[in-house]
């Protein structure tokens, strides 16, 4: 039962242009969200996080929605470049049970020049 | 800035023997994490430490245990491997040191093991 769902396995934008990942979640006990980036053979790199009191967090290219009814988050990357190329993560802790983490299948984004 | 040191970064053992895998978590980070990621897969959790104490068990083997030591690193054990332990483990440490508060998790870069 995946409780993190990131339906798209792969995007394609240019660069300059917006990048939209998606992530549906279904267990409403989540109450912190978080996306991360991964390059193969790499860890993991924290990009931004949003608590399920927010329903946007921005960090300089990177934006995050939540939509707590719709059980949907969004992150949105402006203007995509090139080196934003990599597999992005989506992933939910529920506090309740020590904060770890559940994680989408991911999204492979490709920026072309 | 620190990161999560994870060694060693590549393993590989035949079926049967035991590997050791160690995790030293970012600086006055009390909390560690361990995932495993198989081919294709997104990481699943394995297990967690708060200081120095399990604090969570997710779909870990009984062949694999762990723990976490006095100077907060960590150390996953994995006796009798099997083909299908062949993945990417992943230690995450979290703690309130850089104002995140502790939800937010830092990985390392991960140890790859191999089973021959």
């Known amino acids: 039962d995946q409780q993190v769902k990131q339906n798209s396995p792969s995007l394609s934008v240019q660069e300059g242009r917006i990048s939209i990942l998606n992530c549906d979640y279904t267990n409403s006990m989540f109450d912190y969200f978080l996306w991360y980036k991964k390059y193969p053979a790499e860890g993991p790199t924290f990009l931004i996080s949003i608590s399920s009191i927010k329903d946007k967090n921005e960090d300089?290219?990177?934006?995050v929605f939540l939509n707590k009814s719709a059980k949907?988050?969004?992150l949105h990357i402006v203007p995509s470049q090139p080196g934003d190329s990599a597999v992005y993560f989506c992933a939910a802790s529920d506090g309740g049970s020590n904060y770890k983490l559940t994680f989408g299948k991911g999204t492979l984004l490709?920026?072309?020049p | 800035a620190a990161g999560v040191i994870q060694s060693p970064r590549h393993l590989i053992k035949e079926k049967r023997e035991t590997a050791t895998l160690k995790c030293y978590p970012i600086p006055r980070h009390d909390t560690v994490y361990w995932y495993q990621?198989?081919?294709g897969q997104d990481p699943q959790f394995l297990i967690s430490f708060y200081e120095k104490m399990q604090s969570d068990k997710g779909s870990i083997p009984d062949r694999f245990?762990?723990?976490?030591f006095s100077d907060y690193h960590s150390e996953l054990n994995m006796s009798s491997l099997e083909l299908g332990d062949s993945a990417l483990y992943f230690c995450a440490s979290s703690g309130e040191s850089t104002g995140m508060g502790t939800d937010t998790q830092y990985f390392g870069p991960g140890t790859r093991l191999t089973v021959l």
């Open chain 1, 72 to 74: 949907h988050l969004s």
């Open chain 1, 110 to 112: 490709t920026v072309n």
């Open chain 1, 60 to 63: 300089g290219r990177f934006t």
């Open chain 2, 37 to 39: 990621q198989g081919p």
């Open chain 2, 65 to 68: 245990s762990a723990q976490q």
